[in-house]
């Protein structure tokens, strides 16, 4: 399971792994404090997608499609988090005040997808008795 959660609120017992999932280090929160257990600064979207979106609601379609080309071209920042997502809960961690515009949203809905999609497949229907 993978859900997402801003770095501000209380870490919880069902949280899993955590990985911070931005490319600068969150305000307010200091490195000895924050609960987690990677920060992944080159799964975020690149400086120049961040800057170009600018947490702007209009903006997001056209960015949510930026950065899973950005994610789909490089998938050694993200198949780690396949894995951990594959043995538990995986908890993205973000720092922006927007809970659903933001890009731990888009790259939890690129990775279910991407396990959705490596997932075995289920056996073939049996149409035999139709014909």
Not at 36 to 46: K, N, T
């Amino acid at each position: 399971m993978i859900q997402c959660k801003r770095v501000y609120d209380e870490p919880a017992a069902t949280d899993g792994r955590r990985v911070l999932v931005d490319r600068l280090w969150p305000r307010g929160c200091s490195k000895a404090t924050l609960q987690l257990d990677a920060w992944l600064r080159e799964v975020a979207p690149s400086a120049e997608l961040r800057r170009q979106f600018n947490h702007a609601p209009e903006r997001f379609a056209e960015f949510r499609q930026l950065y899973r080309r950005e994610l789909a071209g490089h998938p050694e920042y993200w198949q780690g988090l396949l894995e951990s997502a594959g043995k538990g809960t995986l908890t993205l961690l973000f720092a922006a005040r927007e809970q659903q515009l933001n890009n731990a949203q888009v790259l939890a809905e690129f990775l279910e997808e991407e396990l959705d999609r490596r997932a075995e497949p289920s056996s073939a229907v049996c149409y035999a008795d139709r014909f």
